[in-house]
């Protein structure tokens, strides 16, 4: 069954070069619901990979512990935690074909040859291999490859699924289409699964939850929509999408006050008026009009995307905005040196601590 | 640091089996590759129970050893400039240059490589010795003699030109052409081009083909024991002479512990400064590699070099072939089967013996290669480096020292082995397992460790892990060691030559009997029957491990 997984007080220090210790995990603290999928967000090098390492067992806590369920794992070597992991260079065995690759694990696990035959051709069919079974790994693309991975991981019927940024070596479009697949099978199957990665559509997409790291701590905890609406950091609103950040003066009342301009926000933190704060204004929460508005600027730069034209503006006092424009038509496009005005809607903007 | 060693020693704790595997390998290299030097080391400052530095300061005195070590360092410094010389051109064109025949080529030249050490030194004697083709029958010289400085370059060029070819052919292989391409594109010359990118790039690589070649030549003991002659002494077959001809054990050990001098220098130079200087360029993508930077003719040149040098080997082994069937060379050339009907009569004890021992340690100094190679890249432990140290200091100790240090530590209690077939084992064990341990590493580092860790992943046990997956994947490192590890094994006179006995005999020691009583034929025929078991068991093994992992060929390293 299914286990759900805490993780109390975990540090990872690694010894450097220069003699000292660098932290790459610190003092992280997690609970993942039974059946859910996770993502660990960040850059590279915030510590997230090693985090997973240490839910696998290829890293040992330098302190703190981690439970699947009740049991601490902290001293169960890797071969008998009962997780599977998509690698992300897939890691599959290049010696054998599609059919034993899958059925590695079953046969270590000593099954009956009928029940392993009968397992891995279910889980090919799920994973939409059927017809490879006896084709040589590096006779299949990236995205087969990375099937067999998933189906080695899946046929375990493991506790826990990890993956370490799966899709990263496959190209735009064949990664969209596996991230839906990849969350349907999860659903389907109802396995806890923890999912690497740095790119934040990927996570936004797939995920019952995001972690954001950064430098070895985690920055917020969420869902989707929880970590874009309201980032818990400066950090969080830059690494999700984009952000205009923008000095302001809290008011009486929801509002603030930018650079002398009244505007009001959808939920006031609780702050004395007057308070200098950050607020976060996205891109596509400004209004741009060529007659009237909040702030008068000036268009820098365009660049058009298809969906969206994407402008920066230079308002006087407070800088170079990112404003983007949806359906953009041919006609309505602003041009470099054009003066602009600029509204941002009040329900959109986030004020930081 | 503690707290990474500290670490280590928790994971050790937790994994019993490496522990154990571990505490039996350390063990065993200390017995077996340690201890013995350390015995010749005392052997050469203990003389008669007393702590003495005497023996190193007879040496210095008496010309005989001073000019032993000075004609074995003139001898190792040439052979290793000319090896290297036809080396590179050999690997340049065969690798480089778009020409004919080029497999063929490759394997001509590699050829002294698997054959006895008296090959080349017989051939000579054929050719040019007293009664030699060339030098008697053509050209009716009466008063020339081979034996001295260069019969021994002569033949130690043709025995270790090869391995110098095979060192660079990697080196060249790993340039990638397009650095050759964009200097000729910013409009180099070819000669600018080769002198101050190709030749550049390939130093380190050159530098430390020459160092190997060093060492193989200053190890080298056939050759200087059959060519050299009373007039040319050389340490290795001076250290051997004093202790069977004078049993004079400790100033065969001080002698011995002269020649390992230079050649530990030279390898620690090769691996631990040069061996971070190499220049790979691969890039993963496959580049055409046809070299654009020699024109038509010069090309032609340089192919008609390297045929030449092909020729020339062919024309030895063919000597060597014709030999084995003549009745007397030089004054009965009739065909005739004698020498071959004495090889398996008298001399079939010595076949059967070469081959047991042959066939029993190639495979435990083939797994033990890859076990080890495996510990030292993919288990961190503390003693690690201390350890792929150690399981490769036996490349550079010259075979002499080794079988001087054997007889020391294996002739007395706790551990008599001399006389056994085990102590031949164990010798060719520990002394050929680091070819396999250097390829294994190499194609190891290679192989993305996540392939192993899914496997762990999945439930796989260390040693399962290493079974099912680590051994499939290095098959073909494994295939060299084993290989390396046979050939050595039927050709090896050096350290032999002190281990032999009545028992357990060698066919490499009666070919030096025979060439030393003066019967070529019989030395001949007894070389062209090692020959033809390498050539067998080279396609044996090559048989087993590609059956035993089919789909090696398509493994893809990352």
Redesign the interface.
């Known amino acids: 069954m299914t286990d759900s997984i805490r993780i109390v007080g975990l540090n990872k220090?690694f010894?450097s070069p220069d003699?000292g210790?660098v932290a790459a995990v610190k003092d992280v603290n997690l609970e993942i619901g039974a059946g859910k999928l996770v993502t660990l967000l960040g850059p590279s090098g915030c510590g997230k990979t090693t985090l997973l390492r240490m839910i696998?067992g290829?890293e040992?806590p330098?302190s703190g512990d981690i439970f699947f369920g009740k049991k601490r794992m902290n001293?169960e070597?890797?071969?008998?935690?009962?997780?599977?992991?998509v690698?992300?260079?897939y890691?599959?065995?290049?010696?054998?074909?599609v059919f034993e690759n899958v059925a590695?694990?079953l046969r270590?696990?000593k099954l009956p040859k009928i029940e392993i035959e009968e397992r891995v051709a279910r889980v090919l069919e799920q994973t939409g291999l059927s017809g490879y079974a006896r084709r040589?790994?590096?006779q299949l693309s990236g995205g087969q490859q990375q099937r067999v991975?998933l189906a080695?991981c899946i046929v375990?019927e493991p506790k826990v699924l990890l993956f370490d940024e799966p899709l990263s070596n496959l190209d735009a479009k064949l990664r969209e289409q596996m991230r839906v697949e990849i969350r349907e099978l999860q659903q389907r199957v109802g396995i806890t699964s923890i999912y690497v990665t740095h790119d934040q559509v990927e996570a936004m997409s797939i995920s019952d939850e995001i972690v954001v790291m950064n430098a070895g701590v985690v920055e917020q905890l969420g869902t989707p929509h929880e970590i874009y609406a309201r980032p818990a950091s400066r950090f969080v609103a830059d690494f999700i999408g984009k952000a205009n950040f923008v000095p302001v003066k809290t008011l009486s009342g929801d509002a603030v006050d930018i650079n002398g301009v009244r505007i009001g926000v959808r939920e006031m933190p609780d702050l004395e008026a007057g308070t200098s704060v950050t607020a976060v204004v996205r891109p596509e929460a400004i209004h741009l009009a060529g007659d009237k508005g909040d702030f008068r600027g000036t268009v820098r730069r365009v660049m058009f995307l298809g969906n969206i034209a994407e402008y920066l503006v230079e308002i006087e006092g407070l800088g170079n905005w990112l404003v983007d424009s949806p359906n953009p038509a041919e006609a309505g496009l602003f041009a470099t040196g054009d003066t602009v005005f600029l509204t941002p809607s009040p329900s959109s903007i986030h004020l930081l601590r | 640091m503690s707290r990474s060693l500290s670490s280590e020693l928790r994971q050790l704790a937790r994994d019993p089996i490496l522990l154990v595997l571990l505490a039996a390998i350390a063990l065993s290299i200390v017995v077996f590759v340690v201890y013995p030097l350390i015995k010749v080391l005392v052997a050469s400052v203990q003389i008669g129970g007393v702590w003495t530095l005497d023996g190193y300061a007879e040496l210095a005195q008496r010309r005989l050893y001073r000019n032993a070590l000075m004609n074995s360092l003139g001898v190792a410094t040439l052979v290793g400039v000319i090896s290297v010389a036809i080396g590179y051109l050999a690997a340049f064109v065969l690798t480089r240059l778009d020409v004919p025949g080029k497999t063929l080529l490759h394997y001509v030249t590699i050829l002294p490589i698997v054959s006895p050490p008296f090959v080349s030194a017989v051939s000579i004697l054929f050719l040019f010795g007293f009664n030699g083709l060339i030098t008697r029958q053509l050209l009716g010289l009466n008063d020339f003699s081979i034996y001295g400085f260069h019969g021994v370059v002569l033949s130690q060029v043709f025995t270790f030109a090869p391995i110098a070819y095979l060192s660079l052919r990697g080196v060249l292989a790993s340039l990638s052409p397009t650095l050759e391409d964009a200097a000729l594109n910013i409009g180099a010359t070819r000669w600018q081009t080769f002198w101050k990118v190709s030749l550049p790039l390939s130093l380190p690589g050159i530098a430390s083909a020459f160092l190997i070649v060093f060492i193989e030549s200053m190890a080298d003991f056939g050759n200087p024991l059959v060519l050299a002659g009373a007039a040319f002494p050389m340490l290795a077959p001076q250290a051997y002479l004093e202790i069977t001809g004078s049993f004079n054990l400790s100033r065969g050990a001080t002698l011995a512990i002269v020649l390992l001098i230079p050649s530990l220098t030279a390898f620690a130079i090769q691996r631990y400064y040069l061996a971070k200087r190499q220049y790979i360029t691969v890039t993963g993508k496959p580049t055409a590699s046809t070299s654009k930077i020699v024109s038509q003719p010069v090309k032609w040149l340089l192919y008609g070099l390297v045929i030449f040098f092909a020729l020339l080997v062919a024309a030895f082994y063919a000597v060597i072939l014709v030999g084995a069937f003549t009745k007397v060379w030089g004054f009965n050339y009739t065909p005739t089967l004698d020498h071959f009907l004495y090889v398996f009569d008298v001399g079939l004890d010595s076949v059967k013996d070469t081959l047991v021992v042959a066939i029993v340690s190639t495979p435990v100094s083939g797994l033990l290669g890859m076990l080890i190679a495996f510990l030292v890249v993919r288990r961190s432990f503390p003693g690690r480096t201390a350890l792929e140290f150690g399981s490769i200091l036996s490349f550079a100790v010259p075979g002499t020292v080794v079988g001087i240090g054997y007889i020391l530590a294996f002739n007395a209690p706790p551990l008599i082995l001399t006389g056994t077939l085990t102590i031949l084992v164990l010798c060719f064990v520990f002394r050929y397992m680091p070819v396999g341990i250097q390829s294994g590493i190499a194609v190891l580092r290679q192989i993305d460790p996540a392939i192993e860790e899914a496997a762990q992943n999945l439930g796989a046990s260390g040693l399962t892990t290493f079974r099912k997956v680590t051994l499939p994947l290095i098959a073909p490192a494994f295939f060299s060691g084993l290989v390396y590890a046979f050939v050595r094994a039927m050709t090896a006179i050096s350290a032999a030559i002190f281990l032999v006995s009545a028992n357990w005999n060698l066919m490499t020691v009666q070919i030096l009997n025979q060439v030393g009583s003066g019967r070529l034929g019989v030395a001949a025929a007894f070389s062209v029957v090692v020959i033809v078991i390498v050539l067998i068991a080279i396609g044996i093994i090559s048989y087993l491990i590609g059956r035993w992992s089919r789909h090696t060929s398509m493994v893809r390293f990352k």
């Open positions: 220090l010894s003699g210790t696998a290829f040992e330098s001293e070597p890797p071969n008998t935690r009962d997780t599977a992991m690698f992300q260079s890691a599959v065995f290049p010696h054998l074909d590695f694990g270590l696990r040589s790994p590096n991975a080695r375990m």
